[in-house]
């Protein structure tokens, strides 16, 4: 796997598990525990998705006496979406024209 940012944010975010833990914390702080609760798996699993979370940037893991709570880094999201951004107005650009297309093909049909 590369180790740019990007890639590493995109790696991270392919898994269902990790994209629902970070849905979690977009409500706010929780400890592993917290964070393994709706998941049928261990905490050594939990503890491995929040693994490639930190790797990736997508969170921090704070220490508060004996608590360790994780938190959402939002930073690589805004990444994903600069990025898929580029490729927004190409895709409008093309579903635009697919439109104007399929009416003028729909006159045509209309007017034989």
């Known amino acids: 796997m ?5 890639s590493l ?5 392919a898994d269902p598990t990790r994209r629902e833990i970070l849905a979690r914390l977009a409500g706010g702080e929780a400890t592993v525990n917290e ?3 709706p998941f049928d798996m261990s905490l050594q699993a939990v503890s491995k998705h929040l693994k490639v979370l930190e790797k990736a940037g997508l969170i921090t893991r704070g220490r508060d006496a004996q608590w ?4 959402l880094e939002p930073a690589p999201l805004v990444e994903v979406d600069r990025w898929v951004d ?8 093309r579903f635009t024209r ?4 399929l ?3 729909e006159g045509e049909s209309n007017h034989e």
């Open 98 to 101: 697919l439109d104007e297309e």
């Open 2 to 6: 590369a180790d740019d940012p990007l």
């Open 86 to 93: 580029r490729y927004r107005d190409r895709w409008e650009e």
């Open 35 to 37: 964070l393994a609760e």
């Open 9 to 13: 944010t995109f790696a991270a975010l």
């Open 68 to 71: 360790r709570p994780c938190r």
């Open 103 to 105: 009416r003028r093909i």
